[in-house]
Nanobody, 123 residues
């Protein structure tokens, strides 16, 4: 089992930055794929970043160039650096982990989920 806990959410003005953290416990996540998702009110959960345990990183066009996913295996912690934030980035952000063979970019591919942290971007 893997337990995931996010932190770092908050309120920021458009154009600002936030860094989210996801601390993992229960087992090492060095051989797990990791991902970040977000869900805005009334909308479906949306994938925003993924990192393969082999090191590759993946982003949808909506955040590419603005968001960066990284992880520190020594701390069992993953991060999402979010720059140039826009009001449409407002959502609850959740981290997730997967033991699938291929890094997933949809919710169904992830086995473990955090509880989420709120990010609010004001114009």
């Amino acid at each position: 089992q893997v337990q995931l806990v996010e932190s770092g959410g908050g309120s920021v003005q458009a154009g600002g930055s936030l860094r989210l953290s996801c601390a993992a416990s229960g087992r090492t996540f060095s051989n797990l794929h990791m991902g970040w998702f977000r869900q805005a009110p009334g909308k479906e959960r949306e994938w925003v970043a993924a990192k393969s345990w082999r090191g590759g990183t993946y982003y949808p066009d909506s955040v590419k160039g603005r968001f960066t996913i990284s992880k520190d295996n020594s701390k069992n912690t993953m991060y999402l650096q979010m720059n140039s934030l826009k009001p449409e980035d407002t959502a609850v952000y959740s981290c997730a982990a997967s033991n699938r063979a291929v890094v997933p970019t949809s919710t169904g591919g992830y086995n473990y989920w955090g509880q989420g942290t709120q990010v609010t971007v004001s114009s």
